[in-house]
């Protein structure tokens, strides 16, 4: 009666970045039993081999158009693409961490598999072409970075910044999970393809579309609006990011944001591009994500001025960066633009992959063993101790702020064009506006490090592998700023067509 | 037989009732039980629409939703254990290590 | 319209039970008794279950939320000690989040209540009790042609990882003798 399906039927061939990626990190976690204590950093390498060949695997299905699971796993080269960046986050994370975890007394092999899972739900996250998958991967992508958020024991900063993670975790996830409820009782359904034909079906028939479609996106908007860290649902991000260990700081502050916002794009611009109030132009949740994306935009900016600690002023930069990406999303709210800003926003994301996983790795290279000296203060003189690290920091700072051959600056230009392109002239001013704004507080780091005397050398943790990863993130932000090709020709196959169903 | 309405009605209230429950209260555990009642507010939706809609897409979501409740719960305890061996409380506005 | 028969007088007893319960939870000043009062209203959603003919789901809804997730919060009630007499009920800013659930339940109301309440008119919803909800219905979807694999596997990660993790983070360094 029941077909049993076989593993052919599962079409894996072009899984294996992920399936690969999940089995190599359920693998280290036994592997690891048989590394003696003292010599952890070979748990880390194991780690590293496995996102490599990952990596690998990935570029060879980068063009590939495909689904696998029975219609739940979308392979394209928008999953691909944000493949990339969510595996050289977990690459560079875990250079960042070797040392860090050394000389912090907190060297568990444990730590380097959780990376690894949480990677995986952030792929999942891209991959994924039903609302049940987005949910257990959003949560795969979580749960191991609530524990990771913790690992700085008996610091009780740490566990506590793990606890409210989970607890403000947990409510977005009950938004998402009453949202995708709503979603499926107005459709029938939770797989997007599925989702998109009934809303298009309804939209082709002229009927208002329901209700309870809006409200359950705008609740799923919410539980992923968490994630990202968007205004109003930001409130946690400082004070996590604060606690947390620097170096899950840093994949935090990207591999969440990429998860989520590969969720809000398959789930808004994939699946309900033409959910419309009437008019026919625009998506009828353009309006509520351009809102979002204006507050942003101003609370993490202005609030980031005043920040003494530069892992809090990373964290309202990161809020800020966000609302530019929300940017992107509003855009690809108006009808025929979805694809030019679903590429702007993942070469934002490119370029603040590599920008933020920089400043953070100077962060790291200048913090005391003890998780202390993260004050904007320690900064002070970094230019002459260490003028070569100083140089680049300062070139971080001018990447995040948008300035001219940097990366941050290609991705700002084209999401300001689409922005302008899709009508949305003063969403795209404000955003230009607080960039403006961000430069006070980015340029505030480097005249710190150069133009004031300091003494002692700040840069306790510049080990080489933090060294190394600085200059790999460097060369990240360096070559697409003069190049700009090298980003924006990889996300020209990118389409937004619904796959399979 | 009950419409699908008298069950998405009374799940939309309990949902409220959670979300109120999660940002009036202050101890992260009733916080974490406020939590569970919107996730069960969820499920019994999900549950009335797999019924209109005669599917089982919904039923295999509530599935799914209390695995992954379950391992919250988990590694929730397993913070508050920790919290708790360094700290003694567990209220949510005095994790005042971190200003907020 | 409401016609009274044995589905309605249980629909409102367990109305009761599972509103009750959440009231309880939400205003309780006691650990222990919010636990409880949780279990009742979860009990009543086990209920509601049945009501939906979806037996599978009210066992494991009563096994797994009762048995062992109440269960867990019961467990870290009494690890924490703090389980009696709360001191203060409310947090600093309840006025604002009293505004935010007040419009929660604004937009809600709108959103759910106007778009369903058409929905049940006769003729519409026939083959209601017809439908899966067994627990080879459900194994079958899990794992059959369409079927739910993907998710499946990637729960099962996803316990892993808790499990490793809840390890990591709750057991104490120094009885390892390391």
Known sequence: MTDIPVLADLNLAWTWPVVGLGLGATLLLVADLFIPRDRKQQTAWLALAILLVSFLLNLAAFPVVDSAFFGMFVVDPFSAFL????????????????????????????????????????????????????FVSLELLSIPLYILAAFRYPDVKSS??????????????????????????????????HIFEVVARGFAAGGAPELLLLVGTGLV??????????????????????????????????????GGFAALLRILVFALPVLSTGAVEASA??????????????????????????????????????????????????????????????????????????????????????????????????????????????????????????????????????TIEAGLVPLAILGVLTSVVSAYYYIGIIVRMFLREGEGDPAAGGTGLVNGAVYLTFAGTLLPGIFPYLMTDLTRVVSTTPVGG | ?????????????????????????????????????????????????????????????????????????AVGLALIVAIFRTRRNINIDELNQLQG | MIELNAQTIAFAILSVLVLGGGLGVVTTRNLVHGALWLVLSLLGV???????????????????????????????????????????????????????????????????????????APGEVTSLSATVGGAVELGEALVAGDGFVLPFEVASILLTAAMIGAIVVARDEEDEGA
């Open chain 1, 221 to 258: 908007l919410v539980g992923l609006g968490f994630k990202v860290a968007v205004v109003p649902f930001h409130m946690w991000t400082p004070d996590v990011y604060e606690g947390a260990p620097t170096p899950v700081t840093a994949f935090m502050s990207v591999g969440a944001k990429v």
């Open chain 1, 83 to 134: 493949n990339l960046i969510a595996l050289t986050t977990a690459f560079i994370s875990i250079l960042l961490s070797v040392d860090y975890l050394q000389r912090s007394g907190m060297q568990r092999g444990e730590f380097y598999a959780l990376i690894l899972f949480t990677t995986a739900g952030v792929m999942l996250m891209g991959h994924a072409n039903d609302l049940v998958v987005v």
């Open chain 3, 46 to 120: 086990a209920g509601y279950f049945v009501l939906l003919s979806a037996p599978f789901l009210a066992a494991v809804q009563v096994l797994v939320y009762i048995g062992a997730i109440a269960i867990l919060i019961v467990f870290a009630v009494m690890l924490t000690r703090s389980m009696t007499s709360l001191g203060e009920v409310r947090n600093r800013q309840w006025w604002l989040s009293a505004i935010t659930v007040i419009l929660l339940f604004l937009l809600l109301a709108v959103g759910i209540i106007l778009p369903v309440w058409g929905r049940g």
């Open chain 2, 1 to 73: 037989m009950l419409q699908t309405e008298a069950y998405v009605m009374l799940s939309m209230v309990l949902f409220v009732l959670g979300a109120m429950g999660v940002m009036l209260r202050r101890n992260a555990i009733l916080v974490f039980m406020s939590v569970e009642l919107m996730l069960n507010a969820a499920n019994l939706a999900l549950v009335a629409f797999a019924r209109q809609w005669g599917n089982s897409d919904g039923h295999l979501f509530v599935f799914f939703v209390i695995t992954v409740a379950a391992a919250e719960v």
């Open chain 1, 285 to 418: 949740w353009q309006q509520v994500v351009s809102l979002i994306a204006a507050a942003t935009l101003i609370l993490g900016n202005v609030v980031a001025i005043a920040q003494q600690n530069v892992k809090r002023l990373l964290a309202y930069s990161s809020i800020a960066h966000a609302g530019y990406i929300m940017m992107a999303l509003a855009a690809a709210g108006h009808a025929g633009f979805g694809e030019q800003a679903t590429r702007a926003a993942l070469v934002y994301m490119l370029a603040y992959m590599f920008t933020n996983l920089g400043a953070f790795a100077v962060a790291i290279a200048i913090e005391k063993g003890d998780g202390s000296g993260s004050d904007l203060e320690q900064f002070v003189g970094l230019g002459r101790s260490r003028p070569l690290l100083a140089g680049i920091m300062a070139f971080f700072m001018l990447s995040l702020t948008g300035i001219p051959l940097t990366a941050g600056f290609i991705g700002k230009w084209l999401i300001f064009q689409v």
């Open chain 1, 160 to 193: 506590e910044s793990g606890m409210k993670y989970l607890v403000l975790g947990a409510f977005a996830s009950a938004f998402f999970v009453f949202g995708a409820a709503l979603i499926y009782g107005a459709t029938g359904s939770t797989s997007l393809p």
